[in-house]
């Protein structure tokens, strides 16, 4: 149980163009979505904290107008990356709050490698 | 300093223990997390701990939490080349559903 996927799992695209990424969690509902980022050999810096039905909360520093997240329903959010430059390209992850014996925790996606030329 | 800092790097033998330690600066953590990073995925939930227990185990795993020291360290017994990844550590801050972590720790397991 508690399988995050997300989707692509890669992408290369052009400078200027956008690119969305899906975050799915296939086997149970979740209200609070995370995205992260993760570069070469470094932790994951949390993005923005997406609950369903509302807008998301960014952290510092990121553009919440290049960064656009929707979660529309309990089971999907999804992070546009608009007119992405090559400074974006990062490995992408998702995390969905579920339970994991008492207490809520948060289950990863397997990630998405973005590259923009 | 860094909220949660980590060794980064450990090379063992496989067939022996592998000790991953971790520290963390804030002492209202309520739970603390085990990540599992193998190349190019996402992170594996491995195991976690409440902040008002010393230890958890769980098959190979063992969890030891000193939480006068703020020190975590995650015990892998009997390590195996597919343990080979890197092991980020976590804390959950009380009231938050965030998580903050460590640079993570690579483990490389030779045989």
Known sequence: GAVVSQHPSWVICKSGTSVKIECRSLDFQA???FWYRQFPKQSLMLMATSNEGSKATYEQ????????????????????????????????????????GATDTQYFGPGTRLTVL | GEDVEQSLFLSVREGDSSVINC?????????????KQEPGAGLQLLTYIF?????????????????????LSLRIADTQTGDSAIYFCAE????????????????????
């Open chain 1, 31 to 33: 209200t609070t979505m």
């Open chain 2, 51 to 71: 902040s008002n227990m010393d230890m958890k185990q769980d098959q190979r795993l063992t969890v030891l939490l000193n939480k006068k020291d703020k020190h």
């Open chain 2, 23 to 35: 520290t963390y600066t804030d002492s209202s953590s309520t739970y603390l997390y085990w990540y």
């Open chain 1, 61 to 100: 520093g990121v553009e919440k107008d290049k960064f656009l997240i929707n979660h529309a329903s309990l089971t999907l959010s999804t992070l546009t990356v608009t007119s992405a430059h090559p400074e974006d390209s990062s490995f992408y992850i998702c995390s969905a709050l579920g339970l994991a």
């Open chain 2, 92 to 111: 959950r801050k009380s009231g938050y559903s965030t998580l903050t972590f460590g640079k993570g720790t690579m483990l490389l397991v030779s045989p």
